[in-house]
């Protein structure tokens, strides 16, 4: 069985309601996220930005055989990416932030890319954070923001891949943001 | 955080006061909330916290942790392990690593040969770089680079190759902080912005008469030192960098350099101009603070760190730093400054308040420079402004009443509505005062538009209902574009077949923005009627009957019915101020509206206080910038500019021209008023030249979009004193002629609007020794006048004044 098809059978596995199977398509995800941003950020020059909507298209090109996708594992497979993306990007953001922390006194900057870095990825952490309570309060709103900030989806993308209309999907996200700008705002 | 028991009520509500238009949620919320403070508060806090957040998060974690995601390299991700302290690069030893990039790392090193312990950084390139054709390369372009001496450019003092055949670059070291940091620590102003700026454009320019581009210009590139000098750093580097690497890369380009000039992102060949365009980034982020690739910081703290307001700094970029910030960053590199150099002497010329480079020098803006370097001299000269104040204020009710209309009609639901909503979407893309001017592409929406109306007269034959409401619409919008003709047909068509229909708030509606254009066309008698029919209709919409009946007013006291049009005005104000939510849109309109009555009266200090709470409402709930507050700004300079307060008229007016100009574009009729009414102050400043221009502009787009109107009429009257003051009465005569004639088609001979008008014509006739026809023309204007206003108003002191110093004889008042 190739990598492709493999993909192919656990997501569809997945969608049919085998949860077991989340986790061995979710590493394998994550891997290959990682893999891929890391290669396009070598040849990254300061200031330069990542952007994470082709990384998770690129890794569905690679990842599913395309002679034999159908529309909805697309749909599957960009909500499951956008989930990986998110996790690689807050594990990111954690060791940066730990390393601040732990690291004693900021040399000094010749290139302050480093040094901008580290202040977002507490921002980023706080906006995690606020996108777990969003969760528990509501899972639909909160995996919109997966969806559209971590993955990168259209409107249209996140209304396919959750039945709903796409104005319910804009409003969503707008009441989404919100919600989350109100618990960043409150948290120390 | 958030309480998930409360969260469905909280966010239930939240859903539903964002899918109502934004002037009917809080009475939905404070209906919904049934006293509930808390709650309401919530849901308060959310919805205000609807814009901060879209531009806070943005729509991607990219926008949001751009600087974050670029950092995913970070040390011990992949990379090379770091050179130890101690290591020797040629005579260069390492002191500790400093920094990590994209393209490689970046050490604190010392000359181990000096006694003095000279510091440099060492920029190491990463491998992969490393090939026999980047090297050759970089050994020559390193000669190049160590011939710029300049004190804002750190040099480059040495180069070679690691151990493990790396690529190696030894800079000067720069202690210091990225410009933008610098500045904003400072809480520098933006001249002083503007002058450490300059300097690093004369650095870039330095390096460009040696065929040097930078490729690179960024904040992080241009640090500031403790003495307050910029520093350049790695000038050409990139270049260096750039090996085959860039030709290996495949598939769809991932790489957005944030300062990269759009040429540079095309691949294509880049060139002096390129850093010219980067340049203009870095000067957009000292002045504005907008930095690409980050969510936009808070107004407040940007204005701050600029020793300012966010209106003060909105007022400061307007104009000549913004024309000069979009010349630097034209998309075309032809469109672009020819160099650094003149980038920085057009600042220079902003600085010294001349006329800048970055825009063809069109007479207005002459005239404005003109102006501002001559504030001193003012000469007075009284001139007729009544009129306008008139007609300015009664077109914006009748403006406000278009958006209005369209917010109405968009409530009522139902199946059928529903095409009706759609071609709303797309109409009201063209309505000016729904629409930011850039997304308007007025051309457009008025194909769609005309396309639109044709289709009413046969799709809809079957369905008058329909019909009705799209007539309705369809006029309003045209209306709302200015376009009175089609806009006339179409409302009353829409009258007629709600009359048919027997719907009295449809009527109610049609008869309403009908009379809209009665009033902007100068027929306040037909308005009257119209509205008055309106008032009697039992709608049932009580919210509709307030808005009708402040019409009503305005439209009696374009009628010259002051008496009544002041009562109806205070009923009105007393019911919005009584209600459990205000309708502070419709005060701030009778606030406008009862200004102007008091200006009428001659009572300009009352009118000042009017104005001046109409101003301040609007800002408050409108934004600096928007169209409402720009024309508060022009009415209160009138009622400044009859108080003899020129100074301040001036600068209101400039102020309020530049706001309208911005929202609704050059074109429109309100901003084509207001430049009349500067053009009066300016004219009685003695700022002639100048006056004449803002008249020609307004004169010849008034003519334009309404035809003989009474604006047209106000500007002529007040152009032909100003040609007579410029030495040309043969064309001052032939102005106020056509005035006069103007205002007698439009309001007959007894209206005071006429005998304004003849009075103009007669002090003409008698400073031109014509006193036979100027005597005649004077007790004509003062008959009317008389029987338009009391004994004592200023009006009939002025014509009785001027009839007997023409050697008329005044009547006993």
Known sequence: MSSESDTLALLRARSAGDESVLDALFSRMYAELREIARRRLESFRPGDTLNTTALVNEAYLKLVDQGRAEPQDRTHFLSLASRAMRFILVDHARNRSAAKRGGGARPVSLDDIQLAGDERADDLLQLDDALNALAEADERLAQVVELRFFGGLSHEEIALATGRSVPTVKRDWTRARAWLLRTMNESP | ?813
């Open chain 2, 1 to 813: 955080m958030i309480d998930p028991g409360r969260f469905r009520q909280v966010d239930d509500l939240f859903d539903g006061a964002l899918q109502l238009p934004e002037e009917e949620r809080e009475a939905f919320l404070r209906e919904a909330c049934r006293g509930d403070e808390v709650l309401l508060d919530e849901v308060r806090s959310l919805l205000a916290s609807v814009t901060s957040s879209e531009s806070r998060l943005g729509e991607n974690v990219a926008e949001f942790a751009a600087p974050l995601i670029s950092s995913f390299t970070g040390p011990g991700e992949h990379d090379e392990p770091p050179l130890p302290p101690g290591e020797m690069l040629g005579a260069w030893r390492i002191v500790r690593e400093v920094g990590r990039g994209g393209m490689g790392e970046v050490y604190l090193a010392e000359r181990a040969d000096d006694a003095f312990h000279l510091q440099a950084a060492v920029k190491v390139v990463k491998r992969g770089m490393d090939t026999a054709e980047v090297l050759r390369r970089f050994h020559a372009e390193r000669r190049i680079l160590a011939s710029l001496d300049h004190p804002n450019i750190a040099r480059v003092l040495d180069g070679g190759a690691t151990a493990d055949g790396r690529p190696y670059l030894v800079l000067e070291y720069v202690e210091g902080e990225p410009i933008h940091r610098w500045c904003d620590a400072r809480l520098l102003e933006l001249r002083k912005r503007v002058t450490l700026f300059r300097k690093v454009c004369e650095a870039v320019d330095q390096a460009h008469r040696r065929l040097i581009v930078h490729r690179d210009v960024k904040p992080s590139n241009v640090l500031v030192g403790e003495d307050g000098e910029p520093k350049l750093l790695d000038f050409g580097i990139a270049k260096l960098l750039e090996g085959d690497g860039e030709a290996t890369i495949t598939g769809a380009r991932l790489l957005t350099p944030l300062y990269a000039a759009p040429e540079q992102e095309a691949g294509l060949p880049v060139t002096t101009a390129t850093d010219v365009y980067s340049l203009g980034r870095l000067l957009q982020l000292l002045l504005s603070g907008v930095n690409p690739g980050r969510p936009a910081e808070d107004p407040g703290a940007i204005a701050a760190a600029r020793g300012t307001t966010p209106e003060g700094l909105r007022r400061q970029l307007r104009g000549d730093l913004d024309t000069i910030l979009l010349r630097a960053m034209a998309a075309d590199p032809e469109r672009r400054y020819a160099s650094a150099l003149q980038l920085s002497e057009d600042l220079g010329r902003w600085m010294e308040g001349r006329p800048v480079l970055a825009r063809p020098d069109s007479l207005g803006y002459r005239a404005g420079k003109f102006v501002r370097r001559n504030r001193g001299a003012v000469t007075a000269g009284l001139l007729s402004v009544l009129l306008v104040l008139t007609s300015v204020v009664a077109l914006a009710m009748a403006q406000r009443r278009t958006a209005e209309a369209l917010g109405q009609a968009e409530r009522e639901r139902d199946a059928a509505e529903e095409v009706v909503e759609i071609l709303q979407g797309i109409f009201r893309a063209g309505d000016p005062m729904t629409t930011r001017p850039e997304r308007l592409d007025t051309l457009r929406a008025r194909d769609l538009l005309d396309r639109s109306a044709l289709r009413l007269q046969g799709d809809l034959a079957d369905r008058p209902d329909l019909r009705a409401r799209l007539a309705r619409t369809l006029g309003d919008t045209y209306r709302g574009m200015g376009l009175l003709e089609p806009a006339d047909s179409l409302l009353r068509e829409a009258v007629e077949l709600h009359r048919t229909l027997g719907d009295p708030l449809g009527l109610s509606r049609a008869l309403n923005s009908l009379s809209g254009i009665e009033l902007q066309r100068g027929g306040g008698a037909e308005a009257v009627a119209l509205l008055r029919e309106a008032v009697a209709l039992p709608t049932g919409d009580p919210h509709h009957l307030l808005r009708v009946r402040s019409n009503l007013a305005s439209a009696l006291q374009r009628s010259g019915e002051f008496q009544e049009a002041a009562q109806l005005y205070e009923a009105v104000e007393a019911e919005i101020l009584a209600a459990p939510v205000p309708d502070s849109t419709l005060l701030s309109s009778v606030l406008g509206a009862r200004g102007a009555l008091a200006h009428q009266n001659g009572d300009f200090a009352a009118s000042g206080v009017l104005l001046e709470r109409a101003l301040e409402l609007d800002r408050g709930r409108l934004g600096a910038d928007h169209w409402r507050v720009g024309l508060a700004h022009v009415n209160l300079a009138f009622a400044r500019q009859r108080d003899g307060l020129l100074d301040e008229a001036d600068a209101r007016y400039r102020e309020g021209v530049a706001i309208l100009t911005d929202a609704l574009g050059t074109d429109h009729n309100l901003r084509l008023n207001a430049l009349g009414a500067w053009a009066n102050v300016r004219s009685q400043r003695g700022l002639l030249e100048e006056a004449d221009v803002l008249y020609r502009e307004a004169i010849q787009g008034i003519r334009r979009a309404e035809g003989p109107s009474p604006g047209l009429a106000i500007e002529l009257s007040n152009y032909g004193r100003l040609l007579e003051k410029m030495g040309d009465p043969t064309g001052a005569e032939s102005a106020l002629r056509e005035g006069l004639e103007i205002q007698l088609g439009v309001f007959g001979p007894n209206h005071p609007n006429s005998g304004v008008a003849r009075q103009m014509l007669a002090r003409f006739l008698c400073r031109q020794d014509r006193r036979e026809e100027g005597v005649q023309e004077f007790t004509e204007a003062l008959a009317v006048l008389e029987r338009a206003f009391p004994p004592d108003h200023f009006r009939v002191t002025e014509a009785r004044e001027g009839l007997e110093g023409c050697g008329g004889e005044a009547g006993a008042g």
